[in-house]
C-alpha cells in the first residue's frame, strides 16, 4: 500500500516564479491538506481539499491556491514566489471524518 | 484555531534515561496525534490518540481529554530516538501544530 507520495523532493526558484508541487494521497483516503513548515518551526496548515473543493484555508495569502483531482489527488500552486516561501511543504491525507492524517515527504522549496 | 503548546523545548538524555514529553492544548479535539520527524522532513506517525492510552514497544501516551493534556513517554531511550516530536490536535478539521521537542540522546 502506497503512503501519501509527493512530487518534487526538492526545487529552487527565482523571486517571482510560479511553483506547482503534487501530492498523492493515501490510498482510500479522500481529503488532501497541505502544511508549511519553516525552519525550525512546526508547519502551518494552508487548506484543506474534500471533493474537489476547498473546505478549509488557513491565514496564508491569495497567492497560495490549490486544487483536487477526481483521484483525489491534489496540487498546490504558488504564484509571485517571495524569499519567505522557501520551507518545506508538507501534504497530508485522511479521511473526511477526523481521523488519523499521514505525511508525505515533503517538498524542500528554495526561493532565490 | 486550537493553540497548541508542547514542553520541554529540549530535551538531552543518557541512553537508557525514560522522559515524558508534555502537550496542551486549548480546546476540545477531535484528533490528536503525536509525530517523530526524521532529518530528511518526514512526519512519522507515532499515535493517534484523541484520549486514552496506547502503546507502541518503547513509547506509549495517554491523552487526558477532559483537562485538555497529552503526555508521550520514551522509555530506555536509543540513540535513533534523537529528533523533533510534534503534538498535533484538531476540532475543526484542520491539524494545529506545537513547536515541537527536540530530543537529543547521547550514547
Known amino acids: 500500500d502506497a503512503g501519501v507520495t509527493q512530487s518534487p523532493t526538492h526545487l529552487i526558484k527565482t523571486r517571482g516564479q510560479q511553483v506547482t508541487l503534487r501530492c498523492s494521497p493515501k490510498?482510500?483516503?479522500?481529503?488532501v491538506s497541505w502544511y508549511q513548515q519553516a525552519l525550525g518551526q512546526g508547519p502551518q496548515f494552508i487548506f484543506q481539499?474534500?471533493?474537489?473543493?476547498?473546505?478549509q484555508r488557513g491565514n496564508f495569502p491569495d497567492r497560495f491556491s490549490g486544487h483536487q483531482f477526481p483521484n483525489y489527488s491534489s496540487e498546490l500552486n504558488v504564484n509571485a514566489l517571495l524569499l519567505g516561501d522557501s520551507a518545506l511543504y508538507l501534504c497530508?491525507?485522511?479521511?473526511?471524518?477526523?481521523?488519523?492524517?499521514?505525511f508525505g515527504q515533503g517538498t524542500r522549496l528554495t526561493v532565490v | 484555531g486550537i493553540q497548541v503548546e508542547q514542553s520541554p523545548p529540549d530535551l538531552i538524555l543518557q541512553e537508557g534515561a525514560n522522559s515524558t514529553l508534555r502537550c496542551n492544548f486549548s480546546?476540545?479535539?477531535?484528533?490528536l496525534q503525536w509525530f517523530h520527524q526524521n532529518p530528511w522532513g518526514q512526519l512519522i506517525n507515532l499515535f493517534y490518540?484523541?484520549?486514552g492510552t496506547k502503546q507502541n514497544g518503547r513509547l506509549s501516551a495517554t491523552t487526558v481529554a477532559t483537562e485538555r493534556y497529552s503526555l508521550l513517554y520514551i522509555s530506555s531511550s536509543q540513540t535513533t530516538d534523537s529528533g523533533v516530536y510534534f503534538c498535533?490536535?484538531?476540532?475543526?478539521?484542520?491539524?494545529?501544530f506545537g513547536a515541537g521537542t527536540t530530543v537529543t540522546v547521547r550514547a
Open positions: 497530508a491525507s485522511s479521511l473526511v471524518q477526523p481521523t488519523e492524517a499521514f
Open positions: 490510498s482510500g483516503h479522500d481529503t
Open positions: 481539499y474534500y471533493e474537489e473543493e476547498e473546505r
Open positions: 480546546d476540545s479535539v477531535n484528533n
Open positions: 490518540i484523541p484520549s
Open positions: 498535533a490536535a484538531d476540532n475543526d478539521y484542520k491539524l494545529s
